[in-house]
């Protein structure tokens, strides 16, 4: 059996990032305060990879306009992402921080390490302002991610954040109807 990670706080970490042509440092500090993604991938220069970072780029700003910053990580070194962004066109248009996890223990926080093989499975996870994980999706190697499905639960754990008493039912889409929990509703959905 695996223990939840969901409702925990990130446990503390510091890393080095490549982001917008700097190396930045990153520390589980900068995520409190806002809402947070992190994205774990296997690895740079491989092949579904740069197909998910790719994607991710592409709804960044959206993100960014929900107050969400963005995170991608990998056991690759920062000098590796800065490697991958300067040759692929691809990881190229990328404008999140690309975090350098080559020692695992990020990986390994979020329980998402391949031990054997040095590498970390696809997760992600929604953390809160308060440093909570409150989206935790994990994938095998070779299924990549939607990021327009990431989108939907965002605004999912916002609106529930925000609506204190109410949850969002399956395929929810902001605007539509959400439930309020109560003995009323039992047996009648």
């Known amino acids: 059996m695996f223990p939840t990670i969901i409702n925990t706080k990130v446990q503390p970490f510091k890393a080095t990032a490549y982001h917008n042509g700097d190396f930045i440092d990153v520390s589980d500090t900068d995520l409190l305060g806002k809402w947070s993604v992190i994205m774990f991938y296997p690895a740079d220069f491989t092949f579904v990879c740069p ?50 996890d080559p020692t695992g223990k990020i990986s390994r926080n979020f329980g998402v390490m391949i031990e054997e093989d ?12 308060e440093g909570e994980i409150k989206v935790a999706e994990l994938h095998d190697l070779g299924i990549g991610r939607s990021a327009k499905e990431l989108l939907r639960k965002v605004q999912a754990a916002q609106y529930v954040a925000e609506h204190d008493g109410e949850v969002c039912p399956a395929a929810w889409q902001p605007g539509e109807a959400t439930l309020s929990p109560s003995l009323d509703l039992v047996g009648k959905i």
């Not at 991710?56 to 070194?77: F, I, P």
Request: aromatic fraction near 10%; proline fraction near 3%.
């Open 51 to 100: 197909t998910e970072l790719g994607d991710m780029a592409d709804h960044y700003a959206q993100l960014q306009e929900m107050g969400v910053e963005v995170y991608s990580v990998s056991t690759d070194t920062h000098f590796t992402h800065k490697a991958w962004h300067d040759t692929s066109d691809t990881i190229g248009k990328i404008q999140y921080p690309m975090i350098g």
């Open 118 to 129: 040095g590498l970390a499975l696809r997760g992600t996870f929604v953390i809160n302002p």
